[in-house]
Structure formats: C-alpha cells, structure tokens
C-alpha cells in the first residue's frame, strides 16, 4: 500500500489552492469539535468518521524530524488544542500525562503503542493500528506513547483543555508552528494569556507581562491565576540585567513597569543583604526569583503592644513565586548566600508607605516607600502646572502623524502647548536613585514618547539616536546637552535647556549627552522620537525604558496593517536594536513579512534577525546533539518559509552545499562558526573564495545560488544556530570537490547525514 501520507512535497505545487483547501478541511475538523467539546461523545463521533479529504494535499502538515517525533501544532484557544503528531520509526514520546485536559487520539498512519505506568513503573501496553481512534479519554493516566514499527506514523491528538508541551522531568518536547492557518484569535492578548493557562511556560518580555498585568490586576485581581501567570512567564537575562543595578550597601530597587493598579520592580540583592521586617499597607505582593536564592521569614501580624511572632522561614529557589499581603502575615525577605539575587515584584495596588517592625520589640515605625524605594513619587517644582494630560498629547500627536504633515513646526508647536497636570505627577514622575529613568508613554511606528525624570547630578551615557528626529521639551528642572566629536570625543558644544522651552534636532545630530547638572533639583523632560528610538545607549550603558502601561502598552499602528498584533511585533522589531522575544512571535512575524506582494526585504528579514533575542531556555528546548552529524530541528513551517535550529558538536561540519532555489538567514545563538563560500566553475567548487566568522548574535544572509560550507571548527564548544529558508528548501545540490559530482538531496534534513560529500575547508579543490 502506498500512503497518501507520504507522497512526494513537489505534489504540493501542482495544487496552487492547497493552502485554502487545507485551510478549510482542517476547519471543517475544528469547527465540528467546537461545537460539540461538552459533549465527549460526539466528538468521539466526529474524530470515528472524520477522514482526510482524498484531494487534499497534506505534505505541509507533515514535518517529520529524524531526533525526534514533532508536535505539529495545528489550532488553539481557550478550549482545546489540535495538534498532527509524525513518527519516524523508533520514536517515542516521554512519560508522562495530560494534566486536567482530556484526550481524542486517532491514527491516521501506521500504527502507535501505548504504555501505561504507574509509579514509573510500565503495567499495560496497547496497540493503536491506523484509522482506530483512541476514543475520548477523560484522564490518559502516565504513558508513553512510541512507534516500535519500522514505517513512519501519524496522529491527530485532540486535547480539552488545551495541552502543548509534552514532558517529563528530564525531556521536554516543544511545538512546531504551523503558520499555514489563518490565526485562530483575534488579539495576541488572548493567544499568551491561553498559553500561559494551558503550558508550562511562555518566553516573553517585559512589555508583553505589563499588557498581561493590565489585564489580569485589577480592583479585585485572582490571587491563584496571577501566581500562575508569573510562573509561567520566562523572561531572557539579557533583558532584566539592562534595569539592575547595584549597591554595597543595600539591596536596589529598579522600576520596570507601572500603572494605577499596579507596580512592577526588579530587586537587587547582594550577598548579605536583607529588608526589614514589614507590612504591605493593604496591597497584595507576588515575588518571583528570577536568579539566586532569596529566604524569606514569615510573621504573625501583631497587635497593638506586641512583637512579631516567626512562623515560617522558607528558602525561594528560581522559578518560585509567592504570595503575601497583610491577611497572611508580614515578612522579612534576604540574601543569606554568598550570590547575588535578583527577584520580580508586583504590587497591587501601589504603595507610599508601610510599618516597619523589629524583632523581640512592640516598637514599630511608618516609613516612606520614598525612602525604600530609593524614588522620589514628586518632582521639585516651583511653578504651577496647567492644562493638557498625556492623553491629550498622545492623541494630538497621532492626530498630526495621520495627516501627513510631520513638520518641524507643526510638532513643535504640539509639545509647546503641553504643560503637565499636577494630577498625573505622582503617576508619571518616576525617579531612581542609581540613573535617570526612561518612562515609556507612547509607541507606534510613526514616533516614541518618552518622559525622562533625572534626580540630582545624573546623566545619560554619550549616544547618538541613530536616524530619528527628536524634539524635547523639559518640563521641570534644567538639563544641559553636551555635543562630542565623533572621531576625537571632545566636547565641541554645550547647551543648557530651561523650562517651557523646546528644542529639536534632526537626525544629524552627532554623539551627545544630556544630564541633570543641579546637586539639588530634580529635571523632568519630555522627549518625542520620529522614527521611534526606544533604547538608549550600547554595550553596558544601556537605559531601559519603563513600562508605562496606560499608553506605552497600547499603541495602535495607522490603518491600514494586517492586525493590531502582527504590526506591533513588526514594529519592535524594526526600530529596536535588541527586541526580546519567542520563535512564536518570529514566525508570525516572518508570515507577514513573506506574504506581503512585493518582494521580500532581505535586508529587513537580516534586521529582524539581528534584534531578535530568544531566550535560552526556548531555544534548548529544541537542541538536539548527534556524536556524529550535526542536526537540524524544526521549529516552525509555513508555506513561504521553514525556521529550523542548527545543532553542531565539536568539529563536525556541513558539506558543500548550495540551498536550491532558496534564500537563506543564519543566526548564531551559541558558540562560533566558520563560513567557507566557494565559487563553481563546471560543478566542482574550485576557489574558496572567503572565510566568514559567525559569532552568537550576528545575522547573515546568502542570497540565491551561495554555495558553501559551514563548520564548528572549536574544539571545546558546542554551537547553535537557528536558519531561516525561503521558500521552504525542497532539494540541494552537494558538491564533491574531489570527483566534481553533484547529488540532490530532495529532503534538506537528510543533507546532513551524507558523508560522501565532505572535505578540509583549508584545502578546497584547485
């Protein structure tokens, strides 16, 4: 029997509708399910009857990967997830259950076996042969699931709630994302908060956790669903360091977010370092230890005339998150290890003050947060404050970005007219006691709004703002700009800016500094960026911005654009030099910018690259190491594109190889690689033309016909690199530089596995 399963991936492009009839069979599926999810039984049904349309081509649903089986992630909401799951011969899932969901299964293709464990230990084993399905399964129990034939497999795996990852305490196996859908929510809000609910975790940023927390803390915020929401959120090193910094002397608190509701602060503790014993005036505390090991003491809330009583001492490893406010008790939390640590806090809602306690004592004292937090919550000012909010500003400035008339004049005046409600001070004007703070108002992709607040005698690092234009007005205190010369860095210009007044510079603008020269007033300015500029500063002297999530968090790109979501992600990703993000948001991103009409911007898909920072954590979900061959992992699919992640022990290499009628992105996320580009002349590569050095986070891309070779050439090192191929690589020719012989190798993954096609990259046929 030859399976319509397995039939050649050219057969694709002979059915030009194929994404559309694919599109609207899986639907159909879906649509069936939803209707009937609380009725077990006649989903039971539906999946028993339902069959692939014999005129459907279902290639591109059908990812097989030769180190492990793939979960091809097909439909998600709220209520369930559809996945396809392939099976190549001698593949098995880890052990393990489905949580609270329930389970369809059916088999589409060769046969599957499930074994049943408990405690650890296998007790039944059954067969599953094609078309039998599994039927509804309220709680699977611990299993695995394996295919022990020596053909391939397929399965269709309906879970309610909805299930993603698969995993035991050891392996976990990732979702592949199938982009050929269209997207099943409408909002990207709807789609994390879904994953968060139903997956062990969810790699983000911080801006994305702040649109969350809008959300979810409120008046009366859910406790339990809160917790879980910062357990599951991973955020990347890379981004929480930009915000820490450090104090012998006590441990730090640095403002990342803020809204009515709520407050969001990386705290920094050194070995040592310990709060004192204290309350919450009434707001509720979630705590997440992000990196070292932090110790907490709980107390009894005493009484009037009493000391505090201890009643439990807890040790919080990373990844833990926990919960107080004053029903629970008051606390003591600190650094008792020789590490530093660093842990996320979110208030709700803010504070100003609390009650500090001290051991075997009924004293207890009324603090400022002002003087915890290291922040002034009011500026120094000696003027009254009138007219507009930063509503009204923002919405003016959308205005006048929509019509068209971006001139120096007219924006000038806009900010000219603005003067600060003395009602949003306390909301706004956030101060730190280590650097000047960078709260973010607003952001599309017309301009960025940014209000700086500078305590006494701070300054920003010397910076340029690459090609944006920048108007600035201060509002409170002065601030002087000082000019440097680009070759000779000396001072060439200094200009002191005073209140009300607002100047502009276009994007020619050379390196410079702006600072707070007072040692005793405070400055507040207002800073407008066209195009939008976010990130101040390079290498270490980077300024992150603060999340101000009544307006940062909400900008709205100009009609018209493919969704408010997908603009957005489009819209970090060009005017942000380092955007922390998820192969998910990648390969929405990159199914924009490939199904766009006009040809595809190599440059700007090199771009994308660049800025995009994943989280280690991610991406090791999907590494896979052969002691012989280095492997290639599928991440994500569409019918424009594949994302695959490069896995490459010590000194193995690729052949000679060109990527057919594909182009090609590289990213290197760990280790170093060797390019080795080669010209062809009669079909052997005769001339090793350059040697490239591919370090972790340089992007590259290889245009149409680059024949190469790309190596670990470190003999202590492992490397990981992610590829971006497009249109999805059919076939590639690999070139044997002894004999001059050119094979195609129709499945791209099988390519790495040939040995016949090798040579030295130092000694390259002549």
Request: aromatic fraction near 10%; charged fraction near 20%; charge should be negative.
């Amino acid at each position: 029997r030859v399976s319509k399963f397995h039939k050649r991936k050219e057969d694709m492009s002979c059915c030009p509708n194929a994404k559309q009839k694919i599109s609207a069979e899986v639907n159909r599926l879906i649509d069936k399910c939803s209707e009937s999810l609380n009725d077990k039984d006649a989903v039971t049904n539906i999946l028993r009857e339902w069959t692939f349309n014999e005129q459907v081509r279902w290639d591109k649903y059908l990812q097989f990967s030769k180190t492990r089986y793939t979960r091809n992630l097909i439909s998600l909401n709220e209520k369930y997830s559809l996945l396809i799951l392939c099976w190549e011969p001698g593949q098995e899932s880890p052990i393990h259950d489905h949580g609270d969901s329930a389970t369809w299964v059916k088999i589409l293709d060769g046969e599957l076996e499930n074994v049943e464990y408990r405690k650890k230990k296998p007790v039944s084993k059954k067969t599953f042969p094609i078309n039998s399905a599994n039927l509804f399964v309220e709680h699977f129990g611990t299993h695995k699931l394996a295919n022990m034939t020596n053909k391939r497999a397929i399965s269709l795996h309906l879970y309610s709630p909805p299930y993603l990852e698969c995993s035991d305490d050891e392996v976990l196996n990732p979702v592949v994302y199938c982009n050929l859908l269209q997207e099943q929510t409408a909002q990207q809000e709807v789609q994390i908060k879904t994953e968060l609910q139903y997956t062990n975790r969810i790699f983000s940023n911080f801006q994305d956790l702040t649109e969350l927390l809008l959300n979810e803390v409120g008046a009366k915020p859910d406790i339990e669903h809160v917790t879980q929401l910062l357990e599951s959120f991973e955020l990347n090193p890379k981004e929480w360091n930009q915000y820490m910094k450090w104090d012998k002397g006590h441990y730090t608190r640095n403002l990342v977010a803020y809204d009515e509701h709520f407050t969001l602060l990386l705290l920094g503790w050194g070995p040592g370092q310990i709060s004192p014993i204290h309350d919450h005036a009434g707001s509720g505390c979630w705590v997440k230890v992000l990196e070292g090991e932090l110790t907490e003491i709980l107390y009894h809330t005493p009484g009037e005339g009493e000391a505090p009583k201890e009643k439990s001492k807890t040790i919080l490893l990373p990844g833990y998150v926990t919960y107080i406010d004053d029903s629970i008790g008051i606390h003591t939390m600190g650094n008792t290890s020789t590490k530093p640590c660093i842990t996320l806090h979110c208030y709700a809602p803010p504070y100003q003050q609390c009650n500090k306690f001290f051991t075997n004592s009924v004293q207890r004292e009324r603090v400022s947060m002002a003087v915890v937090n290291q922040m002034q919550l009011t500026p120094s000012s000696d003027s009254p404050i009138l007219l507009n909010s930063v509503q009204s500003l923002v919405d003016a400035l959308t205005v006048q970005f929509s019509t068209g008339d971006q001139s120096t004049a007219s924006l000038k005046q806009i900010m000219s007219s603005f003067e600060f409600n003395p009602t949003e001070w306390r909301q706004y004007a956030h101060f730190d006691k280590h650097r000047y703070t960078r709260n973010l108002l607003a952001y599309n992709d017309n301009f960025s709004l940014i209000m700086c607040c500078w305590n006494t005698n701070q300054g920003s690092p010397i910076h340029t703002h690459d090609t944006s234009a920048t108007w600035v007005k201060v509002l409170d205190g002065e601030l002087t700009i000082t000019e440097y010369d680009k070759l000779t860095g000396e001072a060439t210009k200094e200009e002191i800016c005073l209140p009300g007044n607002v100047s502009y510079s276009d994007a020619t603008l050379p390196p410079h500094k702006t600072e707070n020269c007072s040692s005793e007033k405070t400055a507040i300015s207002l800073h407008l960026y066209s195009p939008p500029y976010i990130r101040c500063g390079g290498g270490t002297s980077v300024i992150p911005v603060v999340y101000c999530s009544s307006f940062g968090c909400k900008s709205v790109p100009p009609s018209p654009v493919p969704s408010p979501s997908i603009a957005k992600r489009e819209m970090r990703a060009k005017f942000e030099k380092m955007v922390f993000s998820n192969f998910k948001t990648l390969s929405e991103t990159l199914k924009s910018e490939f199904a766009k009409k006009e040809c595809c911007n190599a440059k700007q898909i090199q771009e994308i690259m660049q800025a995009i920072q994943f989280n280690p954590k991610e991406w090791q979900q999907y590494t896979y190491f052969d002691a012989m061959h280095y492997t290639k992992n599928l991440v994500a699919y569409d019918e424009n594109f594949t994302l695959v992640l490069n896995c490459w022990n010590v000194g193995q290499d690729s052949p000679i190889h060109d990527h057919g009628g594909s182009k090609s992105w590289m990213k290197v996320l760990e280790g170093e690689l060797e390019e080795y580009r080669y010209s062809v002349v009669e079909g052997k590569p005769c001339l090793l033309q350059k040697k490239i050095t591919h370090r972790p986070d340089s992007a590259s891309y290889h245009e149409l016909g680059v024949v190469h070779k790309v190596a670990n050439v470190k003999k202590d090192k492992r490397a990981v690199s992610v590829h971006i191929y497009s249109p999805p690589t059919e076939f590639s020719n690999c070139f044997n530089p002894e004999t001059g012989k050119i094979s195609t190798s129709h499945s791209f993954e099988a390519m790495y596995s040939d040995q016949h096609n090798r040579s030295t990259p130092d000694s390259p046929v002549q």
